[in-house]
């Protein structure tokens, strides 16, 4: 008989482990990109999903507002970087009475969870959705690459 309270338990410990590990890489590798290009400090940061499926790893970010021209998108090594920035759409002479929506620069950072075929990543911004695709690999190692963002037509 298997204690499903213990394998309860370091489930839940797995997944926090998880958790601090993603707030460690996004506050602590932000700067410069491997290509010595500076990254925006971080103002905010937008809710993802990840999906794990069968061939590849599937990342949906929610950014509404956010232009393409504004993402840049990385794959270098193990990680996968999304930053950019929501420009201000209203003038910064005018007196806010509440301002709840994120603006400004934003990073993250996901520690891919496998080899991945780094030069067939694809990117889309959709609908303020930026989903994207990271086909698995099973052999060799994951080299820089920056990846293009397409807007929807």
Do not use: H
């Not at 599937?58 to 393409?68: A, N, T």
């Not at 067939?120 to 690999?137: F, S, T, W």
């Amino acid at each position: 008989m298997v204690d499903t309270t213990k394998n309860a338990f370091i489930d839940e410990l797995k997944a926090m482990k998880n958790r601090m590990e993603e707030l460690f890489l996004n506050s602590f590798e932000t700067g410069q990109s491997e290509a010595g290009e500076e990254m925006d400090s971080v103002g905010w940061m937008p809710a993802v999903d990840v999906v794990d499926a069968e061939k590849e790893i599937i990342y949906m970010l929610d950014l509404p507002g956010v232009l393409e021209d504004d993402l840049r998108v990385e794959c270098k090594s193990d990680r996968l970087w999304v930053s950019g920035k929501k420009r201000e759409d209203v003038p910064v002479s005018e007196a806010f009475l509440l301002a709840e929506r994120p603006r400004g620069p934003f990073s993250r950072v996901f520690k891919l969870p496998c080899p991945v075929l780094s030069d067939q990543i694809q990117a889309e911004l959709k609908k303020g959705v930026l989903r994207i695709v990271v086909p698995k690999e099973c052999s060799s190692a994951s080299r820089t690459r920056k990846i293009v963002v397409r807007g929807e037509d």
